[in-house]
């Protein structure tokens, strides 16, 4: 069997809030877009600058920490799997997207002034989420998440 490795890991700024929704059998989902920046200077010695929007997709508890704890411009890092998804419009037309499936995220600033609940790391472990199948949690498990427990 050939080898093959489906891993992106970006890190950037919240280009808008997190939309958290439930799926019709209840499972959380949030999606926001992360913006990255890259700089080089042209031949002419010009500065250059070049942004790439990239969406994400988070499911069960992982979701909903991103929705209870990122915001717009914050800056995060998040690492999971690209997959490509297809749909039709209603007037036909054929789209295509392709998404980072966010299995780790670890945000990268201090919340903004009088902005979310204070934390304190205590442990290293993160949640790690499977959308297909339903969600596996691993370190948290079905018990309410306190503040002092989340990995970041």
């Known amino acids: 069997m050939p080898m093959s490795l489906n891993r992106a890991q970006i890190i950037g700024n919240?280009?808008?809030d997190p939309e958290l929704r439930n799926t019709s059998n209840g499972q959380s989902v949030t999606n926001f877009s992360v913006a990255t920046s890259s700089q080089w200077t042209d031949?002419?010695?010009?500065?250059q600058e070049r942004t790439e929007y990239h969406s994400i997709v988070a499911?069960?508890?992982?979701?909903e920490i991103c929705n209870q704890y990122l915001g717009k411009g914050r800056k995060v890092f998040v690492e999971g799997r690209l997959q490509t998804r297809d749909w039709e419009t209603p007037d036909g037309q054929k789209r295509q997207r392709t998404e980072i499936i966010a299995e780790n995220m670890i945000m990268l600033d201090k919340a903004p002034a009088g902005g979310g609940a204070p934390f304190t790391p205590s442990t290293p472990q993160s949640p790690t989420v499977e959308p297909e199948?339903?969600?596996?949690d691993q370190g948290v498990g079905d018990q309410e998440i306190r503040?002092?427990?989340i990995p970041f």
């Open 14 to 16: 919240l280009t808008r």
């Open 43 to 47: 031949v002419n010695g010009q500065k």
């Open 59 to 63: 499911w069960g508890k992982l979701a």
């Open 133 to 136: 199948g339903g969600a596996v």
């Open 147 to 149: 503040v002092e427990d």
